[in-house]
């Protein structure tokens, strides 16, 4: 079960204005295509600025917005995403893995003469240190849930000394790992960031004093103030990173840091732009100059419990999709999305341009709740965040479901409590969500959201609902990757039969940098790359 709660926080900052993730496949904007005809300067000091502090730096653990930006920056994963799409690259590899025929052992051949920023190099012993430590109970890792699929990733759990026994450090420079099961999704559960390499033995030291290998290296934290960074000169690529460093200011709201934007007080905001402010950017004459937009890796939807009545009613929740008006939602969000053809999300395996969807037809939807035994409608809650677009698209869902004659409360709610609430059976009969790509691969969205194993207090099946048909075709998909496109969307195409979730829309991903950056891209799991930005002043 692919399921890890903790990924939503890394988010939070971006959901006010949609600030959403790109997608292979899909143009980058003119902005971000012309980058490679901008001229490259190096040197200078990067200004950015944070709301929040780092909740700890270490990498096996984060996932707040703040950490994440800085794991980008200090460490290297073996593979990671081309700076504008979600093309893998060996990073730490010197080349992608080989794969035994029976697809169960991955032979890694690790990049010669790389160094952590500490000068010592880096090592196969190193990464199968890394990893086991995510199987490692203490380390409280939340993406746990992707590693089970590593032999023995389990068993350690309960006996974590030495490494796990399907990861091995053949030599200096080769990593083995072995499989319980065929897992074409597995290459990039090794490119995420949790997956990031530390030396042997620094674990107890990452959440406070971080050591990497990544570009950047890691000079000093004051809590509440600032986070320092300065150019790694044991970095393996010597184009990298083009400043030499970074300075974070913390406590600075999105409001204060747009405003130091616009001033050329900072050179990026660390957080989204606020949604309250999209519009006045989009019409200013300078820095809508610097605002871009593109496809994101994600899907906006209802869930329906299927344990709780009236929604254990097939045809309620039949009646439910054919109530919604798609089109008009986006009217809430600015028009930052796009309506929702399907649960897959546009960029991953498994999209089909097919049009999965129930279209809005309300006399279908009132027929529907006829035959269910609702033909005077009925009353229920909705459960969603209480911040923007959260509470925007709360008013539109009650407008368009009581036109079929369902009343519908909402209960807009902390975070933290929303997913308390939604995870816990026969509490939240509806709830308002997303779901943001970890890897572009549908597999992530079903088995964290739909599958019979993620029906289980605490994950994030909030439908609570179990199709092992559908299960089945995910798990051929995994298995066979020049067929996982197929079985994804037929599996798609089954569980939208059953309508546990009702997809809205996909996000549109929105940036804004200062105009003192130069190549400014985004990528579709990172967001920001900010090793690969440069100054055009760097006297600034």
Known sequence: ??????????????????????????????????AASQKSTRGGILQTAFQSDPTTF??????????????????NRLYDYEPGNTTLYPQAASSMPKISANKLVYTIAIRQGMEFSNGTPVTAADFAYTF?????????????????????????????????????????????ITLTQPDAAFVYVLAMPHASVIPTGTGAQQAQNPLGSGPYEFVSYTPGQAIVLKRNPHY????????????????????????????????LMGDA???????????????????????????????LNTKMKPFNNALVREAVSYAINRTSLLKYVNGQGTPATGFIPPGVTGYTKADLT???????????????????????????????????LDTALQQQLAAVGIKLTVHPIQQSTFFTLAATPG????????????????????????????????GQNYSFYCNKGVDSLVTQGLANPSKAAADYAAA???????????????????????????????????????????LKNTSK
């Open 236 to 267: 393996w690529d010597p184009k990298l990173p083009y400043t030499d460093g970074v300075n974070e200011k913390l406590g600075v709201s999105p409001q204060v840091q747009l405003l130091e934007l616009e001033k050329g007080q900072l050179d």
């Open 132 to 176: 086991s430590r995510i199987c490692n109970p203490a380390t409280k890792s939340p993406v746990v849930g992707f590693w089970t699929v590593v032999a023995g990733c389990t068993a350690y759990e309960k006996a974590p000394t030495g490494y796990v026994s399907g990861i091995k450090p053949v030599s200096t420079d080769s990593l083995q």
């Open 58 to 75: 270490d990498p096996q653990v984060c996932y707040d917005a703040t950490c994440w930006v800085n794991m980008e920056m200090m460490f």
């Open 358 to 392: 129930n279209p809005l037809n309300v006399k279908k939807a009132k027929s529907l709740l006829k035959q269910a035994g609702y033909p005077h409608g009925f009353s229920t809650s909705m459960y969603s965040w209480n911040t923007q677009p959260w509470t925007n």
């Open 273 to 303: 732009l606020p949604n309250s402010s999209y519009l006045s950017v989009k019409n200013s004459p300078t820095m809508k100059k610097e605002l871009v937009q593109s496809q994101g890796l994600d899907t906006y939807y209802l869930t």
């Open 1 to 34: 079960m692919r399921f890890v709660q903790g990924r939503v926080k890394r988010f939070i900052a971006c959901i006010s204005a949609l600030c959403l993730v790109g997608a292979m496949g899909v143009s980058l904007s003119a902005a971000s295509s012309s």
């Open 492 to 534: 798609a195409k089954k569980l939208l039969a059953d309508n546990p979730v009702v997809p809205l829309y996909f996000g549109v991903r929105t940036g804004l940098s200062g105009s003192n950056i130069g190549n400014f891209v985004q990528n579709p799991i990172w967001d920001y790359v900010i090793d690969h930005y440069w």
């Open 427 to 458: 509490k939240a009969p509806m709830t308002l969500t997303f779901w943001i790509a970890d890897f572009p691969d549908a597999s992530d969205f079903f088995n964290a959201l739909t599958s019979c194993a993620a029906d289980i207090p605490g």
